[in-house]
């Protein structure tokens, strides 16, 4: 099991810029992707971003051209650069971490960081 914590969140105005930390308690080299989900409030869970192995990106539609998702393997670290911050941004962010290990697929959750963008 891969334990994730992820640290960054806050308060923002609009406009504004965060960014999230998602720390592993193992090495991400070969964790196939790694990536981060948001909920808001009455609201069905949505992928924000995720990142391959091979570095492969994805995006949200709503976050093209404002986020970016890297991963830092020396670092057992993903990060969500977030700018240009909107009032629909606001949410709990998790780290999602989807793992092939002998044949079965293991997904692992961090506990969430709360993103608010208020002015």
């Known amino acids: 099991q891969v334990q994730l914590v992820e640290s960054g969140g806050g308060l923002v105005q609009p406009g504004g810029s965060l960014r999230l930390s998602c720390a592993a308690s193992?090495?991400?080299?070969?964790?196939?992707?790694m990536g981060w989900y948001r909920q808001a409030p009455g609201k069905e869970l949505e992928l924000v971003a995720r990142i391959t192995s091979g570095g492969s990106t994805t995006y949200a539609d709503s976050v093209k051209g404002r986020f970016t998702i890297t991963r830092d393997n020396a670092k057992n670290t993903v990060y969500l650069q977030m700018n240009s911050l909107k009032p629909e941004d606001p949410a709990v962010y998790s780290c999602?971490?989807?793992?092939?290990?002998?044949?079965?697929?293991?997904?692992?959750w961090g506990q969430g960081t709360q993103v608010t963008v208020s002015s």
């Open positions: 193992v090495s991400i080299f070969s964790i196939n992707r």
């Open positions: 999602h971490a989807k793992e092939l290990r002998l044949g079965v697929w293991y997904d692992d």
